[in-house]
């Protein structure tokens, strides 16, 4: 197979749940939803199929919203999948799956569908709503027994970082396939708080009347010895199931002062190998049609409907994003071509990208 590029599709607004920590209501609970029209998404699938032809890539979509199964036209959209050999994912929630469903999802080409735990059944349910752990650990299995992968999603934050060790073994005896998480990127309304502090400040100097402060950063060092605890358990369970995806790129500087990761001795100090994947094999489309490097921070390219899906991820709007000198602190470190820890948080916390990531532990010179 080609190298595969990932398009986060969200093709509706639509969705059960209003979590704490979503960016799509996290500043508006009221907003107007949006919905793409069929006769566009046929338009995006064409515009994306293109560009990997002309890149030499396999598309494949993860298919989310809200929560995509909501959308009127959602199976109009697994045929057109399914006509053109395309496989995708879907990053959905729990509420609507039936054995039936995730039957005619894997008949349709559907691979992977992934499900959110932030936490055991009463943090999870303050971040979601009542009822929300429990559907969704019953919804594994449903998963499975269609012949998809069931992948398990979290966001740590100072919030639920001491139930990931639980998690863990939760999601272990429940065979889940894929378990990963990533770090909690703040909302616009936060960053404005957050930028207040200096870079230097997060741990010593942070406001204790900041309530994004205290309830969901974590400090550096704090995050070192959380990402210990799990590798713990990562290597208790390594023979299980199991995946244990090391999606949050801090995982690289991690490994590499445990001496488990090491950079290639023919490696190119100027050549970017892995870390973000942002506006390298990664991009999100909105219901809108509008074109982001990143969802998880405001990066819009451009938009499907005005230029093509290849011209965005050529283009000079995408540039920014691939200009890796300039990242602060990442550009003066060895590991520069392989982490680069993550942009988008750092921009949630700062409003700039570049800017060092707040919870990276390592002293660069």
């Avoid at 960053?191 to 100097?205: F, G, I």
């Avoid at 090491?262 to 990664?282: L, R, V």
């Avoid at 011209?311 to 550009?331: A, I, S």
Wanted: glycine share 6%; proline share 4%; charged share 30%.
């Amino acid at each position: 197979m080609k190298p595969y590029f990932a398009f986060q599709w969200h093709i509706t607004d639509e969705c059960d749940q209003r979590c704490r920590h979503c960016y799509i209501f996290s500043e508006d609970n009221h907003i107007c939803l949006k919905q793409m029209k069929y006769e566009e998404m046929e338009t995006v699938v064409s515009s994306c199929m293109d560009m990997c032809e002309r890149l030499g890539r396999t598309p494949y979509f993860y298919i989310t919203g809200g929560d995509p199964i909501l959308h009127k036209d959602f199976w109009k959209l697994c045929e057109l999948l399914k006509k053109h050999n395309i496989t995708f994912g879907i990053l959905g929630n729990p509420f609507h799956l039936t054995d039936e469903i995730c039957e005619r999802l894997y008949e349709y080409g559907c691979r992977k569908y992934q499900l959110s735990l932030d936490g055991m059944r009463e943090t999870h349910d303050k971040f979601r709503k009542p009822g929300s752990f429990d559907i969704t650990v019953e919804k594994i299995d449903c998963i499975k027994k269609a012949g998809m992968y069931c992948a398990v999603m979290s966001t740590v934050s100072c919030a639920n970082k001491d139930e990931f060790p639980d998690m863990i073994d939760l999601v272990v005896d429940r065979n889940v396939d894929v378990f990963a998480f990533g770090r909690y990127c703040p909302t616009s309304g936060q960053k404005t708080n957050a930028a207040t502090l200096r870079e230097s400040a997060y741990v010593s100097k942070r406001n204790q009347k900041d309530d994004f402060f205290q309830e969901y950063h974590i400090p550096p060092l704090e995050y070192k010895a959380f990402l210990e605890k799990c590798w713990s358990k990562y290597e208790q369970y390594k023979d299980r199931h199991t995946t244990f995806q090391l999606k949050d790129h801090l995982w690289t500087l991690f490994l590499y002062e445990k001496g488990i990761f090491k950079i290639p001795e023919d490696a190119d100090k100027k050549i970017i190998y892995d870390g973000c994947h942002c506006a390298i094999s990664h991009m999100t489309i909105l219901p809108t049609g509008d074109v982001y490097a990143c969802r998880r921070m405001e990066s819009k390219i451009g938009n499907v409907f005005d230029t093509s899906m290849y011209d965005l991820f050529m283009g000079v709007n995408m540039e920014r994003y691939r200009d890796f000198d300039k990242f602060q602190k990442c550009n003066r470190c060895e590991l520069r071509g392989f982490c680069r820890g993550c942009p988008a948080v750092t921009y949630g916390y700062t409003g700039n990208m570049y800017a060092p990531d707040p919870q990276c532990w390592k002293e660069v010179s």
